[in-house]
């Protein structure tokens, strides 16, 4: 399948440094979306941008997208221990079903 | 409103035995999502579900998987019989519509011994 790849696979940060985590990804799209998990739970929904936007922010989190690159980033500003947790793009790639193909995630660990 | 609700929240298994796994969606949401995580991975789409109606179940193993979504509401996973690879996390998810943001349960963490 065309999973997407984040990259660092893992990041650790002390608390109130900003963390970025990178996304990559295969094949055109309609808008990549932002997921975290914190250990052993259900995933939350961040943030969607779409794929005519080329920025976007949401409280301490921006994400940026460059469909040229076919690249995402995600930015955590200021970041608290409560942001560790693993953090996953997604996208969907076209077609009536809109399924939605996860990237293997990144681990944030945020140290107090 | 209440989120995604999903039983049993573990289940230990030995191979070749059967297990299901149920989902509540949140009220009202037309789709549903059964995914599979191994640890480590990110969520893999095993079957999508409009209603009633199965939409997407390209990566389902349908010779040990099934899934049905009776009356358009709850759904349930099966599998039978396990395989010491079946071991991950199933996670149910739902959506007001197809395309709209998906809301995930707790998740079902299944060891198959």
């Known amino acids: 399948s065309q999973q997407g790849e984040e990259d660092p696979q893992a990041l650790s940060i002390q608390e109130g440094e900003n963390a970025t985590m990178n996304c990559s990804y295969k094949?055109?799209?309609?808008?990549l979306q932002w997921y975290r998990q914190n250990s052993g739970r259900g995933l939350v929904h961040l943030i969607l941008i779409r794929s005519n936007e080329r920025e976007k922010h949401s409280g301490r989190l921006r994400v940026t997208l460059d469909t040229s690159k076919k690249s995402s980033s995600l930015l955590i500003t200021a970041s608290r221990a409560a942001d560790t947790a693993s953090y996953f793009c997604a996208y969907f790639s076209g077609g009536s079903n809109y399924k939605l193909t996860f990237g293997k995630g990144t681990l944030l660990t945020v140290n107090p | 409103e209440a989120g995604v609700a999903q039983s049993p929240r573990y289940k230990i298994i030995e191979k070749r035995q059967s297990v299901a796994f149920w989902c509540n969606p949140i009220?009202?949401?037309?789709?549903l999502y059964w995914y599979q995580q191994i640890l480590g991975q990110g969520p893999k789409l095993l079957i999508q579900?409009?209603?009633?109606?199965?939409?997407?179940d390209s990566q389902l193993p349908k010779d040990r998987f099934s899934a049905e979504r009776l009356k358009g509401v709850d759904s349930t996973l099966k599998i039978q019989p396990a395989k010491l690879e079946d071991s991950a996390m199933y996670l149910c998810?739902?959506?007001?519509?197809?395309?709209?943001?998906?809301?995930f349960g707790p998740g079902t963490r299944l060891l198959v011994l």
């Open positions: 998810a739902s959506s007001r519509d197809l395309g709209e943001t998906q809301y």
């Open positions: 579900f409009q209603n009633n109606g199965v939409v997407d």
């Open positions: 009220s009202g949401h037309a789709t």
């Open positions: 094949t055109s799209i309609n808008n």
